[in-house]
């Protein structure tokens, strides 16, 4: 059905028929529900300390032996907050966060699975695009910094790619 077809037939429907039709979709269906809770109760600080939670027990588990380091685990909190709307700011300080966790991880063990480096390497790409794409670069750009300089300082072995990813930030190219 397109969107078109879809205003047709919500036309037709009577206000007590589109109430009906909500209320089933919230009950039926988690997104809507998390969608309509949202809307009228934001509480991003909440769903941010939650996804810091999440991300924290990626690298350091409470209960499991091995830690995870999934990189979709914040791919799909990102791609989430912006389906809800939740503040550019706040997406940006989870997604700084992640890589920020990955070199505390870094800092405590000194080994780490071979897709590390790149995986924190895409991270930190990901995240300088959606600052530059939503004009936060002021905002964030200290933390940017010493992302790159501690990858230096870990002797990351794609250290060079983070400093040139973020000269190329600084310098506005």
């Keep these: 059905m397109s969107k078109r077809e879809l205003k047709k037939y919500t036309k037709e429907l009577t206000k007590k ?38 991300l924290l027990k990626e690298y350091f588990p409470t209960r499991a032996k091995r830690s995870k380091m999934r990189r979709s685990t914040i791919t799909n909190y990102v791609k989430h907050f912006s389906r809800l709307g939740v503040e550019p700011h706040l997406i940006a300080d989870i997604m700084l966060y992640n890589i920020e966790v990955a070199q505390k991880y870094k800092a405590k063990y000194s080994w ?62």
């Design 112 to 173: 780490v699975k071979a897709s590390f480096y790149p995986n924190n390497l895409k991270c930190y790409q990901e995240t300088i695009q959606y600052i530059t794409a939503n004009k936060m670069k002021n905002d964030f750009s200290y933390r940017l910094e010493k992302i790159s300089q501690l990858a230096q300082e870990q002797n990351w072995e794609n250290k060079l790619n983070f400093a040139d990813i973020f000269d190329e930030f600084k310098n506005g190219n």
């Design 17 to 54: 028929q589109l109430e009906e039709q909500i209320i089933e979709l919230y009950e039926k269906f988690k997104e809507v529900k998390e969608y309509y809770n949202f809307v009228f109760n934001p509480q991003e600080e909440k769903l941010i300390e939650e996804c810091k939670t999440k």
